[in-house]
């Protein structure tokens, strides 16, 4: 009777047994670099983000953005699938692949606001990211333009307006990387076609006034082991997962 009620405790102190889970996220902050010289220029506070190259005159555009997994997600979860979701709202251009990069170094939003239609940017505030500042108008990029991986981790292809959709292996091993060591999340620099003009364009940013276009990630994930209650062959109950239970000669009531 001890041993049936130690097992009962157990029981109640366990979790239930692992199962896949999902959760869509919210950016935790954005901004776009601006191809200038001076890296005076951002956007951290406004409605957009850009990628691509405009048209008059020609210079770069590219998002950064990064989502808070570690806060998100518990701690020792498998990652088994990852969806990010743009919302691409101003285009001169026809289709465009524009690609997700892992960023290299950490980077800021400030309370910067572009005017119009912000494809121009406006002039950085303290903390804002740049084409050269990783944080204005302290740290700078190790290469103007942002630090990252050259090969992206997901592509799609961009048309007109409307939500667009990045997914792949990649995507999923960045996010695993983030929950696992959350020093290495400095989130994705967003990457347009840059070997001509006019490909630029324009994504909802966090800050944008219309909820259902703001960037989301879901993210697909299988929570930690569940444990539960052991009770070993001596009489005696402990909190294990089912394997280390049958290692130990043990019956799993999980």
Known sequence: MKAFLICLVALALGSRPARADEI???????????????????NGAGEHIFAGVTNSPVLIRRGVIEFDVAASLPAGSVVTSVTLDL????TQAGPETVGLHLALAEWGEGSSVAPGAEGTGTSATTGDATWIHTFYAG?????????WLATASATTLVDGNGHYLWSSPQ?????????????????????G??????TAKRFDSRENNNAGRRPSLTIVFDPPAATGACCLTDGSCVVLDATSCAGQGGSYQG
């Open 24 to 42: 869509t996220i919210g950016a935790a902050k954005d901004n776009t670099l601006y191809e200038d010289p001076a890296g005076a220029l951002s």
């Open 193 to 198: 076609e840059e070997s001509s003009a006019m």
């Open 171 to 191: 995507l999923t091993s960045d996010v695993q990387a983030w929950l696992d060591d959350p020093g290495l999340n400095h989130g994705w620099v967003v990457v």
């Open 87 to 90: 919302n691409m709202s101003r």
């Open 139 to 147: 740290t700078g990029w190790s290469t103007a333009g942002g630090d």
